[in-house]
């Protein structure tokens, strides 16, 4: 009898029995070739697999002409990797057999687990309790497998792969959609785009996408990563994973599912509301360098691109693009889609069209270098590009090749080709079908592209990746929060370095007491850990001028609350000086159930959600980061001395956004928010008049 190994696994050592196993159990192989469970043992036939394969099942002496086995614990050896392919009902002993085996990993095929409701849900518990005694670990459940193309590890019950004329790539593929690894090797394949290795994730039960392509990281075979995802889970280990391959230069790019607009409060505050669901998908591919495209042809496609252009390669400006063409209305359709996507074309400089002269080359000085069909000639091409490639106010080059491209393409295709290994980044787009042309551009490493929307979007997403910063923790994550009254609120934020209003809490219990007239006009506020937003109920009144107007406004206030306000109990008051200022600014952090520490800088004031005016990121951030999201807000633009108007002291903006992001390090604070937090003139700071600060419960420790 097999006895099991010892518990725990390498991340190298899952890397290979995932996808380089020298051995392969299929529990519930079917000897039928029209059901599900008689691909993956066909499909390993076909692909020439060199290892072992084990069919077991109780019912049969072979399948598919290969010897069956009545259990694992039958096997003459430990198998590396089990497919369980069996019915629902049958997988928890399969798994159960498999550990007590010491079978290393294994992917199950069937569903009926988490997805499916409450029953489902205590199964899945159950698979785990069972994984988690034995050590063994789970890819699924409702994974159609894993490939390993250059091996011939066909673990799949995907119908795609019953192809036997494959290409064999260096990407490596991981998809939450099952058809999916399916549809891009098809797909893949008639755009001329190889793959190597692909698995279906299924419910991430146990191993999840991060984890799974941590362990291919030092794959020398594998030099880029596509993601297909429907969700952000596990987010924290996709995010460790995508620091890991920016280290080692290999490249990760994703599709997204859900890019709705409407947005999910995280709490609430403004802040949850602006941060809508694909906004922090967005700010987190981003920051954590992982291209995000927006078409499938994209994904197919953009690779290469991103291959060239290191994460956050540009910074605080759109990135430039050069468009040189032999045909003005296919580059056209090119700017269109860089532009909507934030790339501008830029025109040359005056510099740079006093190269073309001296080479012979009339330019008029418009956003596209349009040749016309005197650039369909090598000479002219090439002249162009050399010229092009060392101006300094490009950070991509993009020859946009017409019908010649199709059946002469020596003549504006080959001097792109020619131009391969230059300094700057080189991309093609060839307006007609020119299959041939295409793989003669990729062979030379030049991305190039079928459509204007694939180039645009995936020019974008390379651009778009930021330098991965600190992977944060949330250790509280998922536990009740409470509310802080404001005074406590600004106690907290005062700790972390903000500049808060001064104030002074009134107990109503013991009379309104004098001020001094410094403290006038003045704001008056109901004090109260259960409300959040006080205006709604009439909790606020601004602009009080005096001593004898607050006595008044603070008997009206706690009358109206305490009709108005239900449970809410009325104690105290905080009154404080009015403050003004040039502009105005939300300020948020909060914990995101996905993907942790985040924090937001918008326009300010009462109307934030409609203008929804926002920049948003991973939390902490750094000042420099904290400049380039207010370069975001447009609101912010105006502050910056436009038109001769007072300039707002932006830089002290900058350092209240990085403070608020470094409560990412306090493990108690799950969200906060100043709103408005008031932009004074140059050189006067910046003050918050009104904060929300929502800490864990005690009873989530």
């Known amino acids: 009898m097999l006895k099991p190994q010892s518990k725990g696994i390498t991340a190298e050592a899952l890397g290979k029995a995932l996808f380089s ?121 409702s994974s159609l497998g894993v490939v390993n193309l250059r091996r ?98 290999k490249p990760v790019l994703a599709y997204k599912l859900g890019r709705s607009s409407e947005a999910r409060e995280l709490a609430q505050s403004h802040t949850g509301a602006l941060a809508g669901e694909d906004d922090i998908a967005r700010a987190f591919f981003a920051d954590c360098g992982i291209g995000r495209v927006e078409t499938l042809e994209g994904l197919l496609e953009g690779l290469p691109v991103l291959r060239g252009i290191p994460p956050g390669r540009v910074r605080g400006r759109k990135p430039r693009a050069g468009i040189v063409t032999t045909t003005g209305g296919g580059a056209a359709m090119v700017v269109d889609e860089l532009a909507i996507r934030g790339v501008s074309a830029v025109a040359p400089s005056a510099e740079t069209l006093a190269r073309f002269t001296a080479a012979g080359l009339q330019i008029d000085g418009a956003r596209i270098v349009d040749l016309t069909l005197a650039g369909t000639r090598y000479d002219v091409m090439k002249a162009a590009l050399d010229i092009m490639l060392t101006a300094p106010e490009y950070d991509i080059v993009i020859a946009v090749v017409g019908s010649s491209a199709r059946f002469q393409p020596d003549l504006a295709v080959r001097p792109v080709i020619d131009s391969a290994g230059a300094d700057k980044p080189l991309a093609a787009f060839l307006v007609p079908e020119a299959g041939d042309a295409l793989r003669q551009l990729r062979s030379a490493g030049i991305p190039a592209f079928r459509t204007p929307e694939a180039c645009g979007d995936a020019i974008a997403a390379a651009f778009g990746r930021r330098r991965p910063g600190p992977n944060i923790p949330s250790p509280m994550e998922g ?173 002290a903006l900058a350092q209240a956004i990085v403070r608020m992001s470094r409560l990412a390090y306090e493990p108690d604070i799950a969200e906060a928010e100043v709103n408005p937090l008031v932009i004074r003139p140059l050189g006067d700071g910046v003050v918050a008049v009104d904060a929300v600060v929502r800490v864990w419960s005690e009873e989530g420790r």
């Open 21 to 141: 196993p020298t051995s392969i159990a299929i529990i519930g192989a079917s000897d039928d070739l029209t059901k599900t469970a008689a691909r993956p043992l066909h499909y390993l036939k076909l692909a020439g697999y060199a290892g072992r394969i084990y069919p077991v099942n109780p019912r049969r002496e072979t399948v598919l002409d290969v010897a069956c086995w009545p259990s694992v614990s039958a096997l003459p050896e430990r198998p590396e990797h089990a497919y369980i392919v069996t019915p629902t009902n049958g997988i928890l002993a399969a798994v159960e057999e498999c550990g007590r085996a010491g079978v290393p990993v294994a992917t199950i095929l069937g569903n009926g687990f988490s997805e499916s409701g409450p029953e489902g849900i205590e199964r899945e518990r159950e698979l785990l309790d069972i994984a988690h005694r034995w050590g063994i670990r789970l890819v699924g459940p």
């Open 479 to 651: 536990a009740p929060s409470r509310q802080l009254d404001e005074d406590q609120s600004y106690a907290r934020l005062e700790a972390a370095g903000l500049t808060c209003a001064p104030r002074a809490v009134i107990d109503i219990a013991a009379g309104i007491p004098e001020l001094p007239p410094a403290h006038f006009p003045a704001a008056l506020k109901i004090l109260s850990g259960e409300i959040a937003h006080k205006s709604d109920i009439g909790g606020v009144k601004l602009g009080i001028p005096d001593a004898a107007s607050l006595r008044r406004e603070a008997s009206a206030m706690v009358d109206r609350v305490r009709r108005g306000g239900g449970h809410v109990s009325v104690d105290r008051l905080l009154v404080q000086p009015m403050q003004s200022g040039v502009g105005e600014a939300l300020l948020g952090y909060c914990v995101d159930p996905d993907v942790g520490p985040l924090v937001l800088v918008a326009s300010g004031g009462i109307l934030t959600e409609i203008y929804a005016d926002r920049s948003l990121r991973l939390a902490p951030v750094d000042l420099a980061t904290a400049r380039e999201m207010i370069s975001e807000v447009k609101a912010f633009r105006a502050l910056a001395g436009y038109r001769g108007k007072t300039e707002g002291d932006l830089d």
């Open 152 to 249: 011939g590890v066909m673990i799949t019950a995907n119908a795609a792969f019953a192809e036997t004329d494959l290409p064999k790539g260096r990407t490596f593929v991981a998809s939450q959609s099952g058809s999916m690894i399916g549809a891009l090797v098809s797909r893949g394949k008639a755009l001329g785009t190889d793959f190597g290795t692909l698995v279906s994730v299924g419910n991430e039960a146990d191993l999840c996408i991060g984890e799974i392509c941590s362990s291919v990281l030092d794959d020398p075979d594998i030099d880029g990563f596509l993601l297909f995802l429907e969700t952000l889970r596990h987010a924290d280990k996709l995010r460790a994973f995508a620091i890991a391959a920016a280290d080692r230069g």
